[in-house]
Nanobody, 125 residues
Framework: QVQLVESGGGLVQAGGSLRLSCAAS????????MGWFRQAPGKEREFVAA????????YYADSVKGRFTISIDNAKNTVYLQMNSLKPEDTAVYYC??????????????????WGQGTQVTVSS
């Protein structure tokens, strides 16, 4: 089992920045892939970014590329999502997810076995 706890959400004006954190505990794996997803009201959960546990490979959704940065601190078992130039359309509940197999960087939510409880990000215009 892997436990994931997100933090860092909040209310920010358009153009502002936030940094989300995801602390992992339990049976974390050095081969895992960690992902961030988000879900806005009335919409499906969508992929935001992913990183391999080694930190050697990252992948982003086109909608956040150039604005968001995913990173990992292996010593702290924590994944971060730095979000800059935020837009109102970034408003959503953001979820951290883990795929212990790490065999591929997936963008589909069903490929991830473990999920955090989510943290709300609200961007005002």
């Amino acid at each position: 089992q892997v436990q994931l706890v997100e933090s860092g959400g909040g209310l920010v004006q358009a153009g502002g920045s936030l940094r989300l954190s995801c602390a992992a505990s339990g049976r974390t794996s050095s081969s895992a892939t960690m992902g961030w997803f988000r879900q806005a009201p009335g919409k499906e959960r969508e992929f935001v970014a992913a990183i391999t546990w080694s930190g050697g490979y990252t992948y982003y959704a086109d909608s956040v590329k150039g604005r968001f940065t995913i990173s990992i601190d292996n010593a702290k078992n924590t994944v971060y999502l730095q979000m800059n130039s935020l837009k109102p359309e970034d408003t959503a509940v953001y979820y951290c997810a883990a795929d212990p197999s790490g065999s591929y960087v997936y963008t589909r939510a069903y490929k991830y076995d473990y999920w955090g409880q989510g943290t709300q990000v609200t961007v005002s215009s």
